[in-house]
């Protein structure tokens, strides 16, 4: 077992998740790669940190289910002996993404047990650990990321469920913050705009042009690579100063202009 920090990273085989868990590898983390269903992507994640000289390890969980969130913090604990963050990345987008006006109880359980729900408790789990590993003295520093979304305060009526569970996020960074800092573990948001993956695959003509016309100051896509530096640089302790605070990672799309 070693004595590197480490990392659990949610929704890590693709995208925001992926890029996140190898930025953590490249600065000496051993890290849990958390997938859903896509087995042979997360082994290429695992694979991937291997080459750099980072351990991992691939573990199937579904965020939104109470025990599968305890298997996270347990497959840390057994093959890290030490659980130093948290990132929340996994999340699904809006069934269908109907008019609210059409929405359905059971795609609001799905997303809201994803976006939220699973974020909340599975940082209570790893909170309980990290307080624990502190009492021992074994942990000096821990850190709790959320990565959230411009839909937090960007309305997309065909996506309340998703809006609801980001903007949820934020208080939920709050409320972990304060109740946390005394015990040296920082919580922060991260608030992506745009970003170049999968999950905006089906809308990338479309921003394009919002692009090209304006939407953000800074002319271009995002990439996962950003947010990754973002969360490379928070669970340093450059901003030993802050916690609560949310980071936007957006091109100044938060930014309002007239």
């Known amino acids: 077992m070693s004595n590197a920090p480490a990392a659990i990273v949610t929704g890590a085989s693709r995208g925001i998740g992926r890029a ?48 599968d969130r305890q298997r996270l913090v347990d497959a840390a604990m057994q093959q890290c002996g030490r659980l130093d963050v948290l990132v929340n990345n996994a999340g699904i987008t ?23 729900k699973g974020p909340f408790f599975l940082s209570q789990l790893a909170a309980r650990q990290m307080l624990e590993l502190r009492q021992a003295g074994e942990l000096e520093r821990g850190t709790l990321i959320n990565i959230s979304s411009i839909s937090a305060y960007a309305v997309s009526t065909n996506r309340a469920d998703y809006c609801i569970a980001k903007a949820g996020m934020e208080m939920m960074t709050w409320l972990y913050a304060d109740r946390l800092a005394t015990d040296q573990i920082h919580v922060y948001e ?17 921003y394009d042009q919002q692009i090209a016309d304006g939407l953000t100051p800074i002319r271009r896509w995002g990439e996962p690579e950003d947010v990754a530096k973002a969360v490379g640089t ?19 799309f938060h930014i309002r202009r007239l």
């Not at 809006?94 to 939220?116: F, I, Y």
């Not at 991260?190 to 479309?206: N, Q």
């Not at 302790?237 to 100044?252: I, M, N």
């Open 190 to 206: 991260i608030c992506p705009g745009v970003i170049s993956s999968d999950m905006t695959a089906p809308v990338r003509e479309k």
């Open 20 to 67: 996140i868990a190898l930025e953590l590898g490249s600065r000496g983390y051993s890290v849990i790669v958390n997938y859903h269903s896509n087995a042979q992507a997360a082994s290429e994640v695992v694979a991937a940190l291997s080459e750099i000289g980072a351990r991992a390890w691939p573990v199937a969980a579904d965020v939104g289910s109470a025990d």
């Open 234 to 252: 928070l669970v340093t302790d450059t901003f030993a100063f802050s916690t609560g605070q949310r980071f936007h990672v957006d091109g100044g």
């Open 94 to 116: 809006s069934p269908g993404r109907k008019d609210l006006l059409d929405a359905t109880e059971e795609g609001w359980d799905r997303v809201l047990d994803t976006n939220l």
